[in-house]
Every structure is written in structure tokens, then in C-alpha cells.
DNA sequence: CGGAACTTTGACGACTCTCAAGCTTCGTGG
DNA sequence: CCACGAAGCTTGAGAGTCGTCAAAGTTCCG
């Protein structure tokens, strides 16, 4: 469920989409629901998308429901780029998420054809490379709680906590992401936590503190 | 060890590097013989490369020595750009390979900076980043049979044979492409030899002949 | 021609998955 | 605000896929 949260005419504030387009022609806003799907893998790629608040998880199916989770969007996170083609990929929102919405074609023709820099659109699919192939590096050679422990250390800097993660993702999309079963994550989480590496902050699991960082990192690998 | 075989000033006759940079400021020739580096993970990327003849291995490696194939790379494919940044990984000659190489920096400069097409900048990086998300879905929820399907239709595909698949990787390779161990691969090879998918032509075991498409693809998820 | 590299196959073991049960948390509606 | 049902999480026991170790045969290359 699609609800449209602001006027199309509103002006970003500041990130990638604004730094890329040029600030102009930019952007409408909108706000999925938990669990809703903001596109499906297949789909006429119309929009790119940038996250205001929340989180949104990108992934493939294999035709028995397997589910392999590309990556994790968080605020300040582009997703949706095709280069005029189909998403390769669906998108859901895990959260409660708004969004930045504006056309690929509006993207395409608001980007001067200039070189490298991380600001532009061959920046942004190499950054989208690059975390493709460390994550290839992970699903093809680390153990589980090497994985388990690579996946916090992520969160951890992507989150740029002082000091509680606060995970929005079930173990099952966590699974689905470093090519596990939910138990196993499960399970590898409560070493972390047995070994005080970790600790679970109030009731819910989801809110991680990381006790121990340098002993994290020996464990990725 | 590297060879040059050519000129500086041979034009080149067909291929991306060609059709990229607009057939200027194009190619040395070099030859790599069988295992040799042609760059390593973390050095400057100075040239782009495009393979004559031959086959190329692109690898991450953790600290114990556990590797982790990115892509093999065959006659007419290129590699090696990295957007003005050190390379990702490293890139062997996995048998006798001839490549042209020009500079990064060329590549740059003759590109000119429109939009879509497969023959640009951005869908080269594009072609490789959706060649590793199906590769993440086939290493985080691909069975061994499964990925050795893949694999055989990966090559079946890439190199157009008409009769029998030249594999110029070694069991091994194969298995750090597909997050495996040689000799899963070589029991998985049997298995589908077993079932009349595919035979070993000749005394080598790197000749093979697929005997049933259709079959292969169901195995293959 | 000889040795190194590669491949296959077997036996065994272990890491991770599957199946299951029970508990906790969350979200919705009364 | 509480209650209830659904969803999420943990933990255990057992199984299975794939990895490890080993040995022998084959191919390749100098």
C-alpha cells in the first residue's frame, strides 16, 4: 500500500538523489507500509529511490521461494537504478519507509557526463559492484558466525551507532542475506552474546550493543 | 611473466575496448602465460584489458588463504576497470591469455558521456553487477548439483559451443567460483556424467559435451 | 620419460539444516 | 488499557549435505 505523504513539488534537502540530479526536477515523496513491495523484479524500472527514514530489503527468488537478499537500504541509501531496463531485483519495504522518488529518465538527464567521483552514476553501480563482490566473498567462503559476525560489523558502521544497533530485520531476512537458516543466525547470535561480545539491550531482540569490537573483527575473517 | 607481442599502434579490429573508446588511443597487445598475476588486489588500476585468447581468473582471497572467484573471464570480455580507484581483486592468466590493455585514464577521456547502451562505461559496470547478484543467489541458496548446473550452462552459454565445452579452469577454480570443494565439484560432475547430462570427451577430464540441455536447466533451480 | 599437477573415489566427520516445541514480543481490536 | 492471536525468537535433537583426509590413477609438461 502506496500513500502519497507530501506535494510532488517539494524540494530535497540534501543527499545523493539531490547532489546527482543537480537539485532540480526532484522529487516526489511517498510512504510504504511494513512488508509492502515497492517493486517487483521484473517491472518496467520507472522510478529511482532514495530512503528518508526506515529500511528496505532487495532480492531475488529462486522458483521454490528460496530468497537471496542482495542488500540492506537505509536512510540516505539510492536503490532502484536500472539504466533503463527491468529491476533485476524486488524491493520491500521492511519498515515503515519514506522514500524520495524521481524518474530514471529525470535521473539520467540531469547527470552531467563527467568521470569518476562518488556522486555520479558510475560511482554509485561500482559502490553497488563493489558491495556485490564482498558480499560473494562472504556467502562463498565464510563460516556462519564469521557471516553472522561480518553482518554486525556492517550494521554497525552503516548505522554509525555511538551506541545500540537497532536492527529493523528478522532473523529470517538476516538468514536470507548471508545465505543461513534463521536458527543458525539464531544461534551464532547467542554465542556472540555468550561470549560477551554482544549484549541483547530491553525486551526486544532486535536492539544490539556491541561490547567488543576488535574481537568482532577477528571473527569476520 | 608478461610478454609484449605487439606493436604499441595495432588497431585493434573489433570488440568493446574498440567500440568504448571510440577506436582511438587503443591497444598494446601482452601475452600472460599460464597462472601468472596480471594485476593484484589493492594496486593502482593503470590499464583495462579486453582478451584476445585465453581465459582469466578475477579472485578476493581472506586472510587464511580461502579464495573466492568473482568471474572467469573469456576472448572478447573485459575487466579490470575500477573508476580511478585501486583494483578490487586480483586477475590471473589462467592458461597462455593474450589481452589489449589501454589506460584507465583513455578509456575516460573517450568515452563519451551519454546515457544508456551496453557498449558505455555504466553498462559495463552494470553487466557486472548483475552477473554478481545472480552469482550471490546461486552461492547463498544454490544445492552443489545446483550450482555445477549453473555453472555448465554459465559456460555452455558464454562460450556459443556448438559441440563440446573447452573448460580452461582447473576443478579447483571451478569449485572457488561455485563456494564449493574440488572434489564436490568432481563428485557432482560424475553424478550428472552418471545420469547421461553431459560425458568427458577424449582423455582429458576438461573436455566436456552436454548431452541434455533441458535436464541441465531443470537441475539448475 | 619422469615428476608434478590434476582428477576421481571412498570413508568418515562436522557444520549447518530440518523439524519441533515453547517462550516472548508485537500489533490489533475490544 | 488490556487481551488475544499472530509473528518472531530461541533452543534442542537428529539428520543430511558437503567438507576433510586419504589414496590411487591419469594427464600434462618440461
Given at each position: 500500500m502506496l500513500?502519497?505523504?507530501?506535494?510532488?513539488?517539494?524540494?530535497?534537502?540534501?543527499g545523493?538523489?539531490?547532489?546527482?540530479?543537480g537539485?532540480r526536477?526532484?522529487?516526489?515523496?511517498?510512504?510504504?507500509?511494513?512488508?509492502s513491495?515497492?517493486?517487483?523484479?521484473?517491472?518496467d524500472a520507472?522510478?529511482?529511490?532514495?530512503?528518508t527514514?526506515?529500511?528496505v530489503?532487495?532480492?531475488?527468488?529462486?522458483?521454490?521461494?528460496r530468497?537471496?537478499?542482495?542488500s540492506?537500504?537505509?536512510?540516505?541509501?539510492m536503490?532502484g537504478f536500472?539504466n533503463n531496463?527491468?529491476?533485476?531485483?524486488?524491493?520491500?519495504?521492511i519498515t515503515?519507509?519514506d522514500?524520495?522518488?524521481?524518474?530514471?529518465?529525470?535521473?539520467?538527464?540531469?547527470?552531467p557526463?563527467q568521470?569518476a567521483g562518488p556522486k555520479?552514476?558510475?560511482g554509485f553501480?561500482?559502490?553497488?559492484?563493489?558491495h556485490?563482490?564482498?558480499?560473494m566473498?562472504?556467502l562463498g567462503r565464510?563460516?556462519?558466525?564469521e557471516?553472522?559476525?561480518?553482518?554486525?560489523?556492517?550494521?554497525d558502521?552503516r548505522?554509525?551507532q555511538?551506541d545500540?544497533?537497532n536492527?529493523?530485520m528478522?532473523?529470517?531476512d538476516?538468514?536470507?542475506?548471508?545465505?543461513?537458516?534463521?536458527e543458525?543466525?539464531?544461534r551464532?547470535?547467542?554465542t556472540?552474546?555468550d561470549?560477551?561480545i554482544l549484549?541483547?539491550?530491553g525486551?526486544?531482540?532486535?536492539?544490539v550493543?556491541?561490547?567488543d569490537?576488535?574481537?568482532?573483527?577477528?571473527?569476520?575473517?
Amino acid at each position: 500500500m502506496l500513500v502519497r505523504i507530501n506535494s510532488a513539488h517539494r524540494r530535497p534537502v540534501d543527499g545523493h538523489l539531490a547532489a546527482v540530479a543537480g537539485d532540480r526536477a526532484c522529487c516526489s515523496e511517498f510512504r510504504y507500509r511494513r512488508g509492502s513491495e515497492i517493486f517487483g523484479e521484473g517491472e518496467d524500472a520507472e522510478f529511482v529511490y532514495q530512503i528518508t527514514s526506515g529500511a528496505v530489503r532487495t532480492y531475488k527468488l529462486l522458483p521454490d521461494g528460496r530468497r537471496q537478499i542482495n542488500s540492506f537500504h537505509l536512510p540516505g541509501d539510492m536503490f532502484g537504478f536500472e539504466n533503463n531496463e527491468a529491476h533485476r531485483f524486488t524491493a520491500e519495504a521492511i519498515t515503515e519507509t519514506d522514500v524520495r522518488i524521481m524518474t530514471q529518465s529525470n535521473l539520467l538527464g540531469a547527470m552531467p557526463g563527467q568521470a569518476a567521483g562518488p556522486k555520479n552514476l558510475i560511482g554509485f553501480v561500482t559502490q553497488n559492484l563493489q558491495h556485490a563482490e564482498n558480499h560473494m566473498l562472504l556467502l562463498g567462503r565464510k563460516t556462519s558466525l564469521e557471516k553472522v559476525a561480518a553482518f554486525l560489523r556492517e550494521m554497525d558502521e552503516r548505522l554509525a551507532q555511538p551506541d545500540v544497533l537497532n536492527l529493523p530485520m528478522t532473523r529470517r531476512d538476516i538468514a536470507d542475506y548471508l545465505g543461513l537458516t534463521l536458527e543458525t543466525v539464531s544461534r551464532s547470535l547467542s554465542t556472540l552474546r555468550d561470549e560477551h561480545i554482544l549484549r541483547f539491550d530491553g525486551p526486544t531482540q532486535r536492539r544490539v550493543e556491541i561490547l567488543d569490537r576488535d574481537r568482532l573483527s577477528q571473527l569476520d575473517a
